[in-house]
């Protein structure tokens, strides 16, 4: 397991923001069936499919420029090449997700993004939402039958700035803060 900083909260005692991270996760293997009758070879005879579903989130509330991290299973996996001078490669692969939201959190110092400033008065909620989709597929072929998988996450965040006091929203990039990667909310 490995810690893995996830994102960067700029806000201000006037707009504090809640963060939201869904994660589901889902797979789906086909699994070839063969049959073999008295002494003959063995024969495909159809599939089956197995899919499993899961999800979970979590929320916190009241965060104001905090480091968000979240856990991540690895694997390693140990190979040749021969494309490489060392004997044995080793890569790190990324798995799953053990924990969301980390705790305690980690103080960042507030970044003034120079970008697309926006004034936002009392009463206002923002919210940017982002979505990523990972998937594996492999399968082996065993002859008069096949077998194959496929496996896959959905990592969503929600950010959600409420406005108390007059503020302003900007941005990392000229496209403002709906398009930007990164947003401060501060007072203004």
């Known amino acids: 397991m490995r810690l893995v900083q996830r994102w960067n909260v700029y806000a201000w005692s006037g707009a504090k923001a809640r963060v939201e991270q869904?994660?589901?996760?889902d797979s789906e293997h086909h699994?070839?069936?063969?049959?073999?009758?008295?002494?003959?070879?063995?024969?495909?005879?159809?599939?089956?499919?197995?899919?499993?579903?899961q999800g979970a989130g979590q929320e916190v509330?009241?965060?104001a420029?905090?480091?968000?991290?979240?856990?991540?299973?690895?694997r390693e996996y140990i190979g040749s090449t021969s494309a490489s001078l060392e004997r044995d490669c080793k890569t790190?692969?990324?798995?799953s997700v053990y924990d969301i939201f980390n705790e305690p959190y980690t103080y960042a110092p507030h970044q003034n993004f120079p970008y697309a400033c926006v004034s936002k008065s009392h009463?206002?909620?923002?919210?940017?939402?982002?979505?990523?989709?990972?998937?594996?597929?492999?399968?082996?072929?065993l002859g008069p039958i096949n077998v194959s998988?496929?496996?896959?996450?959905?990592?969503g965040t929600e950010i959600r700035w409420t406005?108390?006091?007059?503020?302003?929203?900007?941005?990392?990039?000229?496209?403002?803060?709906?398009?930007?990667?990164?947003?401060?909310v501060r007072a203004g």
């Open 92 to 95: 790190l692969f990324a798995i």
């Open 123 to 141: 009463g206002a909620a923002l919210r940017k939402v982002t979505h990523n989709n990972v998937t594996y597929a492999a399968g082996v072929d």
């Open 22 to 25: 869904t994660i589901g996760r």
């Open 65 to 74: 420029d905090a480091a968000i991290y979240n856990s991540w299973n690895y």
């Open 163 to 184: 406005v108390d006091r007059n503020s302003k929203a900007c941005s990392n990039n000229v496209d403002g803060w709906v398009q930007a990667s990164q947003v401060d």
């Open 31 to 53: 699994l070839g069936v063969a049959t073999k009758v008295a002494n003959g070879p063995w024969q495909a005879n159809g599939s089956v499919g197995r899919s499993i579903a």
């Open 61 to 63: 509330g009241n965060v």
């Open 149 to 155: 998988a496929r496996s896959g996450y959905d990592n």
